[in-house]
């Protein structure tokens, strides 16, 4: 329970499992029992959101604590709990979760035709297992909604995908296991020589700097290969081509974002010698990441593989950020993975306009779209812009923090995330020319409608977020600003220690 007793969190975790479970009770027709799915689906995200709403207005943004905490004993034999909480670090990807949820299912509204209950309902409970894994402060809790939010993003990708939505499903499914079964190897080391799995008592554990070299690779699995980090990143390009749009939006806008929280929740607090020693390790393959895939961009015909390899680049950003172990960098990869999780996601919807129309999404297909859909150009425009980091837009504060974090440490590694902000330009600013400027290609071009309403009511929230985090950044900045600081001081702090335990 929370301070006023009322279990905010339980609730809006497992409310979408609610509305899954109506969908699954409704029977009728297939046109009734599709058309019901999509108003349940809808309404339930929306309720889950507007309950997330409290999270946001209720959270104290003065404390590194964790707020809304719900326990209960669980298998307390074995120092296993239900334990929930969010601090200034998972609170907003809770909300940045159920913002992008209901846009995910007004988008897949009239694309979606077959098995719509079943669309639905995997959406629902991804959802759900989304919101839990940020809420998790529980290992085990923690690893189980980890996990589970492979098996929804499976289906999605393997039943409503691409031509080759087999073999990007279980290349994705696979990728992402493996690493994860080492993570289950350092949780059950942990508890072996703590006694328990409870996140806020382990942060108060010292493990020898020996264990936290050997758990740092069992993490590093795992959540490198969920950022992804290069060279395991290959299972993404596949997994965004091959997924339908929403798959795609919540791959970009959260999914990538779970290797990122993984590194900011347990490898930092937990492992600060052993986070210290691989920092160069973590410099090297981000801005190879940063440079490599930024240049793999810039020669892609197929625009959703140009964005996925761009999200890789972003997060190469990120994860140099969180290396610097700065105030700056930390705060700047925060909100790079919040602006990331807004513009990359508005970017695949804005692809998915278009698919929905001509089916197609080769560069060369397109042209002259500005000249048919001005409304539509405008909006790609803005999303476009924000990507490039341009300044007054969402991708520019959290690029600068990291830049100026990372130069505190070392000036060529700071060097390496301006490189991506240069080739991020490069690639971002080709994809638009080719497709919305030039001559029209093709002579279905000309009949192409511009934005429903249904497509205005997805985008005006993704805009507005864009504007707004652009020019008031510090009304995110401020909500992990003393998080931020808890874990710099505590990183300093057991750095310090082993330095005197080394003398």
Not at 238 to 248: C, N, Q
Not at 358 to 387: D, W
Not at 440 to 460: C, G, H, N, W
């Amino acid at each position: 329970m929370n301070a006023a007793g009322f279990p905010i969190l339980s609730l809006v975790t497992f409310l979408p499992l609610a509305g899954a479970l109506v969908i699954m009770l409704v029977r009728g027709e297939e046109a009734v029992v599709a058309r019901n799915a999509r108003w349940t689906a809808l309404w339930a995200s929306l309720i889950t959101l507007a309950l997330s709403l409290l999270l946001w207005t209720g959270f104290d943004q003065t404390t590194a604590d964790f707020q809304f905490v719900e326990r209960a004993a669980w298998l307390p034999e074995f120092g296993v709990g239900y334990h929930m909480g969010v601090d200034g670090i998972s609170v907003l990807f809770i909300l940045l979760s159920t913002i992008l949820t209901p846009l995910c299912i007004l988008a897949s509204w009239e694309s979606i035709t077959t098995r719509v209950r079943e669309y639905m309902v995997a959406f629902l409970v991804l959802e759900a297992m989304m919101i839990g894994m940020f809420a998790a402060l529980d290992f085990v809790l923690f690893y189980i909604f980890f996990e589970a939010v492979l098996i929804p993003m499976f289906l999605i990708i393997g039943i409503w995908g691409g031509g080759r939505r087999v073999y990007a499903a279980l290349k994705f499914f696979l990728y992402t296991l493996a690493g994860s079964l080492l993570m289950l190897l350092a949780i059950l080391a942990i508890w072996y020589q703590a006694g328990t799995t409870d996140i806020p008592t382990l942060m108060q554990e010292s493990f020898t700097p020996r264990m936290q070299f050997w758990l740092f690779l069992a993490f590093f699995a795992s959540f490198a290969v969920k950022v992804p980090m290069w060279p395991v990143h290959t299972w993404l390009p596949d997994a965004h081509v091959e997924a339908p749009t929403a798959g795609s939006v919540i791959l970009a806008g959260v999914l990538l974002k779970m290797g990122a929280y993984g590194f900011l929740r347990f490898s930092l607090p937990l492992l600060p010698q052993a986070s210290a020693d691989f920092a160069p390790l973590i410099f090297a393959l981000s801005i190879i990441a940063v440079i490599y895939t930024s240049l793999v961009a810039l020669a892609q015909e197929d625009m959703k593989k140009l964005i996925a390899y761009s999200s890789i680049a972003h997060m190469g950003i990120v994860t140099l950020g969180i290396f610097t172990f700065t105030a700056q960098g930390l705060s700047g990869a925060l909100f790079t993975m919040l602006s990331h999780g807004i513009i990359a996601s508005a970017l695949f919807l804005c692809v998915g306009v278009l698919y929905d129309r001509v089916h197609s999404r080769e560069i060369a297909r397109y042209g002259g779209v500005a000249k048919v859909m001005p409304a539509y150009a405008l909006v790609f425009m803005v999303f476009t812009m924000g990507s490039v980091a341009l300044p007054g837009l969402a991708g520019f504060p959290g690029e600068l923090l990291v830049i100026v974090g990372a130069f505190k440490v070392n000036p060529w590694v700071a060097l390496g995330a301006c490189m991506g902000m240069i080739l991020g330009a490069a690639y971002a600013l080709y994809l638009y020319r080719r497709v919305i400027f030039g001559k029209i290609v093709r002579e279905d071009l000309k009949a192409l409608l511009d934005l429903s309403p249904r497509e205005y009511a997805t985008f005006a929230p993704l805009i507005l977020l864009t504007i707004w985090m652009g020019i008031y950044p510090s009304s995110f900045l401020n909500f992990f600003e003393a998080t931020v600081a808890a874990l710099v001081a505590r990183h300093e702090a057991a750095l310090g220690a082993a330095r005197l335990a080394g003398m």
